[in-house]
């Protein structure tokens, strides 16, 4: 075996532990040992062998399933005792037909840890006021890091968010559906977890085949462009902020009057104040979000954990939108 690829076989009497990684999600799916000739078969064929201590030889995933895995890169850790196989699931990983072995959960701080940033990230929002649209008087906007990116949040936040939110979305879904702009950066988080398509829903046209779908919103009003996105497929709404509903109903209205079947709508946070949440889910469709946010002139924003329960009241700073440009 070539100098760089040296492994250490003596600790584990032959073998070393592999951990396979979705290539695109980067979960875990399944642990395994290889032996030099499962190392070397996997790095010629690019198909992720190992060595069955229970059979005593070596196999193929997939080999009888043909579930294989095609391994992109293969890391051995600082002591060369160790491998991880970053690779691309041909199908269900497991033998109980789940895409991972790892499903079964031993201890889950994720929502605790989700919220506790949470409230950090609002401590640096800044609250003025935004003209409505629609009907809509002058409303109050909370400036933050979930739904504006200012600042920009912590890389964590967005990765709890992104499997909080991704975990409440029922079986198997074909695209996340994305209006354009401040929704962006959490739906790419949320494809990516799904290992699904993102269709971005633009506010232009393109000179390819889509479907018109005018809104309006709590603050404009215009009309959305929907690309990439067929007939019979099932897919989730996903955006940085539901609040009085327009833009997401529009969008929904368009997809399933063309045959697609919106599964869920996700959000960063909601402000139910605005009647969107009540709206979407007398569609039959609930809003899971993060958080719910609160506002008032006079610089008190109130945030709820919707599913836990939580919350928590802070003091933020006031500004019109000159003082906003200083």
């Not at 354009?180 to 699904?196: C, D, F, V, Y």
């Not at 506002?295 to 006031?318: N, Y």
Request: overall charge neutral.
């Amino acid at each position: 075996m070539e100098e760089g690829l040296r492994i250490d076989f003596s600790k584990g009497e032959g073998l070393v532990p592999v951990v396979v990684l979705d290539a695109v999600s980067g979960e875990v799916l399944m642990l395994g040992y290889a032996d030099e000739t499962a190392l070397r078969l996997t790095l010629e064929t690019g198909y992720a062998h190992f060595f069955s201590r229970s059979r005593r030889k070596v196999w193929m995933k997939g080999e009888t399933s043909g579930n294989r895995v095609r391994v992109l890169r293969v890391v051995r850790d600082c002591d060369s005792d160790s491998l991880t196989y970053l690779g691309v699931a041909e199908g269900p990983v497991c033998h109980t037909g789940k895409y991972s072995c790892f499903y079964n959960t031993v201890m889950d701080r994720l929502v605790e840890e989700m919220w506790r940033h949470i409230v950090d990230a609002f401590r640096q929002a800044v609250i003025t006021v935004r003209k409505g649209y629609g009907g809509l008087k002058d409303y109050v906007y909370i400036v933050n890091p979930l739904s504006d990116n200012i600042p920009p949040p912590n890389p964590l936040l967005q990765s709890l968010i992104a499997t909080y939110l991704s975990s409440k979305i029922p079986g198997k879904i074909d695209k996340v559906v994305a209006p354009e702009a401040l929704g962006l950066p959490i739906a790419s988080l949320i494809a990516q977890k799904l290992r699904a398509p993102l269709a971005v829903v633009r506010k232009r046209r393109f000179p390819v085949p889509g479907w018109e779908a005018p809104f309006t919103s709590g603050y404009e009003d215009g009309i959305h462009y929907i690309y990439g996105v067929r007939e019979g497929e099932k897919v989730v709404l996903a955006d940085d902020t539901v609040s009085t509903g327009g833009a997401a109903i529009s969008i929904i209205e368009a997809l399933e009057g063309r045959g697609v079947k919106v599964k869920a709508v996700v959000a960063s946070m909601a402000k139910p104040q605005y009647g969107g949440v009540d709206l979407l889910a007398e569609r039959g469709l609930p809003v899971w979000r993060a958080v719910d946010v609160y506002v008032s002139h006079e610089g008190s924003v109130r945030l709820v954990q919707p599913e836990a329960g939580w919350e928590a009241t802070l003091k933020v700073t006031v500004r019109n939108f000159k003082d906003l440009q200083k």
